[in-house]
């Protein structure tokens, strides 16, 4: 080995050793939290959502073609007292293989356990659907979610068909008749099975108002879920 290359191999071991890694920054949390998972493809406005619900430009909100939200980001609602405990988590999208819904479950799995010292449960994951979408890959999470029910229940618990809401969105791009006849088709489809099961659809009307709705009503069943098991406990 030349003179050179051992001194820059010293010097790469020297700097590895004396790198000091910062601890990144663990968000906490509490039992009381209500933690909102959101998933779905690139576009279909998860981020805006969180922008509408927080009130703020905290996500970043993708105007180009490409996928905007690079991994898991979370936002708490600071300024409804009503949504106060509610945490709000960015997903990077999916994209068309067949393992991409499953690979994002994953990280939400191994980011739970990381961050929470406790055992939280998801309080709900939406899964966001563009009803303007007039053809649905059949491999998708939100079109298939039944496939995905083992890592729904890793996150949400046994019951977790009753904590997912298939949220709907841009219902501005497309005629009133043609979107609720793609939704009619959808929930007797491939969603029936899961609303059978317990789980919900929201139109999601792209308002703070909307936005809050739906956490409202997330918000609400976790606090009653939470009473019912404490007093069986
Ligand atoms: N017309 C219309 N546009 C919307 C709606 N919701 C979101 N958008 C727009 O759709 C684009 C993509 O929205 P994002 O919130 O970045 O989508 P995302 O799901 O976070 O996408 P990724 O981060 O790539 O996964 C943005 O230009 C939004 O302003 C809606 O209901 N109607
Ligand atoms: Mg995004």
Redesign the pocket.
């Known amino acids: 080995m030349c003179f050179l290359s051992q001194l820059f191999n010293r010097r790469a071991r020297e700097s590895a050793r004396s790198t000091v890694h910062a601890p990144k920054p663990v968000p906490t949390f509490t039992e009381n939290d209500i933690i909102i998972v ?1 998933v ?12 509408k619900a927080a009130g703020s430009d905290v ?6 073609l ?5 991994g898991i980001k979370t936002t708490r609602i600071t300024n409804d007292s009503k949504l106060s405990n509610v945490v709000l988590v ?5 994209d068309d293989t067949e393992n991409s819904g499953a690979r994002v479950l994953r990280d939400v799995f191994d980011w739970l356990n990381e961050v929470c010292q406790t055992n939280i449960l998801l309080s709900a994951i939406l899964c ?1 659907h ?1 009803i ?1 979408d007039n053809r649905v890959a059949a491999n998708h999470i939100t079109v298939d979610p039944l496939k995905h029910l083992f890592m729904f229940r890793k996150l949400c618990g046994n019951e977790a068909e009753s904590r997912i809401v298939l949220t709907t ?5 497309v005629q009133e008749r043609v979107g609720k006849s793609r939704l009619v088709e959808l929930e007797s489809t491939h969603w029936k099975t899961m609303i059978e099961r317990g789980s919900t659809t929201f139109r ?3 308002t703070q108002e909307s936005a809050r709705e739906l956490l409202q009503m997330v918000a609400e069943q976790t606090v009653q879920r939470r009473g019912i098991q404490s007093s069986l406990s």
């Open positions: 959101l779905g493809p690139s576009g279909a406005g998860k981020s805006s959502f969180i922008n996500a970043g909100v993708g105007h180009r490409f996928p905007s939200t690079g960015d997903t990077r999208s999916f966001f563009r303007s969105t841009m219902w501005d791009e999601y009307w792209n």
